[in-house]
């Protein structure tokens, strides 16, 4: 089982900062593609950013220029730097990983998510 722990969440004024991590643990062989999503209840969830493993990245159109997605491998830990922040971008985010569990290449696969943390961005 592949357990996702965020943490970094919080409360902060429009145009500042926030930066979020996510670490995989428990049985994993590999990590495919780590990547975050957003959800407001207004709104269904959605993808932010993704990131590879081999380091290729994808962007929501809202977010391109103001958040980065970076992933330590060797950690398995996601992270997702998020400047310039708007009241728009308040959200619960919730990290997701894919890849192979257990100790050996195989047809298994793992698709987790992690509980979700609160970023509340203030006008």
């Known amino acids: 089982q592949v357990q996702l722990v965020e943490s970094g969440g919080g409360l902060v004024q429009a145009g500042g900062s926030l930066k979020l991590s996510c670490a995989a643990s428990?049985?994993?062989?590999?990590?495919?593609?780590m990547g975050w999503y957003r959800q407001t209840p207004e709104k269904l969830r959605e993808l932010v950013a993704a990131?590879?493993?081999?380091?290729?990245?994808n962007y929501a159109d809202s977010v391109k220029g103001r958040f980065t997605i970076s992933r330590d491998n060797a950690k398995n830990t996601v992270y997702l730097q998020m400047n310039s922040l708007k009241p728009e971008d308040t959200a619960v985010y919730y990290c997701?990983?894919?890849?192979?569990?257990?100790?050996?290449?195989?047809?298994?696969?793992?698709?987790?998510w992690g509980q979700g943390t609160q970023v509340t961005v203030s006008s």
């Open positions: 997701n990983a894919d890849g192979t569990p257990g100790n050996t290449a195989g047809s298994a696969w793992f698709d987790s």
């Open positions: 428990g049985s994993i062989f590999s990590i495919n593609t």
């Open positions: 990131i590879t493993s081999g380091g290729s990245t």
